[in-house]
């Protein structure tokens, strides 16, 4: 009963909105990420289970122990008996090393309008262009202060013009929750 008190409470914290604010876009921002990578040999150490199969510098090792448990057998006498009983169980730890693309640099621009721009580096021979990725703000000027906003999408992001209007659904803790016309 009591974690499934605990578990109300946090959805009532989090995600349940518990008040709504009116508030006007005052600033967006966004910074956007491109990664650049390369092959690079990475080394991994005490990995359970098997190398994969392009590994090279493999060393493993076989590590056991004995795990015992005790059950309770019914002699079918009206009497029952704990009966101890244990078995062997091995892993397999390796190291080694496997070629793996790695990024190598960054390139990131950021503005504050709402027209997100993509570095476009210079890749060479043996490099490739990671994903790219982006994370946008929105601040609000409400009665309560500056509140800022995720949005998810691109698409999301451009809707927030600057000097708009927009209400705020903020959960108990403050946080928005949703954000609509």
């Known amino acids: 009963a ?10 009532f914290l ?4 518990s008040q709504s604010v009116d508030g006007t ?4 921002y966004w910074q956007t990420s491109v990664p650049v990578q390369e092959i690079q040999a990475v080394n991994y150490s005490n990995e359970r289970g098997n190398p994969p199969s392009d590994a090279y510098n493999v060393s493993c090792r076989t590590e ?36 793996e693309w790695q990024t190598i640099q960054t390139y990131q621009l950021d ?15 043996g490099q490739r262009l990671g994903a790219a990725s982006e ?9 309560d202060g500056q509140i800022t906003y995720a949005p998810q999408s691109l698409s999301e992001f451009q809707q927030f ?9 903020l959960n108990a803790l403050g946080g928005v929750v949703s954000v609509e016309r």
Do not use: K, M
């Not at 876009?25 to 967006?28: G, R, S, T």
């Not at 994370?135 to 009665?143: G, H, M, P």
């Open 64 to 99: 056991s122990q004995e795990i015992c448990e005790e059950r309770t057998v019914d002699r079918g006498n009206g009497f029952a008996e704990v009966v101890e009983e244990c078995h062997t169980e091995s892993t397999q730890y390796c190291s080694y090393t496997v070629d």
């Open 2 to 11: 009591f974690l499934l008190l605990c578990c109300a409470a946090i959805l």
């Open 135 to 143: 994370d946008f703000s929105v601040y609000f000027d409400t009665s």
């Open 161 to 169: 013009q600057p000097g708009s209007t927009w209400t705020l659904r």
């Open 111 to 125: 503005g504050y309008d709402l027209y997100p721009v993509y570095a476009e580096p210079s890749v060479f021979s």
């Open 25 to 28: 876009v005052a600033n967006v």
């Open 14 to 17: 989090f995600i349940f909105p």
